[in-house]
């Protein structure tokens, strides 16, 4: 199996422990099963490029830092906290969370991020990080609604390319585009 470049174990609900695979892997997805921590060995996959674990309930905390993701995906997840060592993937350009009920902060994410949608979290409050060196094209926090007026305030202040779709009862989407549109949704 050392030629296995892409692994899709979606959905296998009794999948408890991280499997011994091929370190070729450039695409994996662990949706929706029992897997309660990644092994650490997983920083050693060079080729490792989009990991989503989006519905995996059991999923509680991840300690590693993953230097050669590009897209993570963290959707529908137990998670209480994202690692501070999320701000040592160099590469991360696209952030997905969604659904992390339990999820209440932020930590400081890499300059590289490009793409950031934050949707559904009702318990986040605090954004421990800042934006002002990355490159964000599209930001999306939508019924994050228990967000600190400091958090508010830094999602307001963040530039974007293309736009940014604010928290609140409504949202609020801005596109960047000539002239600015603002509309409310």
């Known amino acids: 199996m050392k030629s296995l470049v892409m692994l899709d174990l979606s959905f296998c609900s009794?999948?408890?422990s991280f499997p011994e695979i091929s370190t070729n892997i450039s695409f994996?997805?662990?949706?929706?099963?029992?897997?309660?921590?990644?092994?650490?060995?997983?920083?050693?996959?060079?080729?490792?490029?989009?990991?989503d674990m989006s519905y995996s309930e059991n999923l509680r905390k991840s300690h590693h830092a993953f230097d050669l993701i590009t897209n993570l995906h963290l959707s529908h997840t137990g998670?209480?906290?994202?690692?501070?060592?999320?701000?040592?993937?160099?590469r991360l350009q696209t952030l997905v969370i969604n659904g992390c009920m339990d999820l209440v902060s932020l930590p400081q994410l890499?300059?590289?991020?490009?793409?950031?949608?934050?949707?559904?979290c009702e318990s986040l409050e605090r954004l421990d990080c800042s934006f002002y060196r990355t490159k964000l094209s599209d930001l999306r926090f939508?019924?994050?609604l228990k967000l600190n007026r400091e958090a508010v305030d830094l999602i307001?202040?963040?530039?974007?390319?293309?736009?940014?779709?604010?928290?609140?009862?409504?949202?609020?989407?801005?596109?960047?585009?000539?002239?600015?549109?603002?509309?409310?949704?």
């Open 79 to 90: 998670i209480q906290e994202i690692s501070p060592l999320v701000k040592e993937m160099s």
């Open 142 to 144: 939508v019924n994050c």
């Open 14 to 16: 009794v999948l408890k």
């Open 28 to 51: 994996l997805e662990i949706i929706g099963t029992a897997i309660e921590e990644i092994r650490t060995s997983i920083r050693s996959w060079s080729r490792l490029d989009t990991l």
């Open 110 to 120: 890499p300059d590289s991020l490009e793409f950031m949608h934050v949707e559904n």
């Open 156 to 185: 307001l202040k963040t530039s974007t390319k293309r736009w940014a779709i604010f928290p609140g009862k409504r949202c609020l989407h801005i596109s960047v585009t000539e002239p600015p549109e603002v509309s409310c949704q």
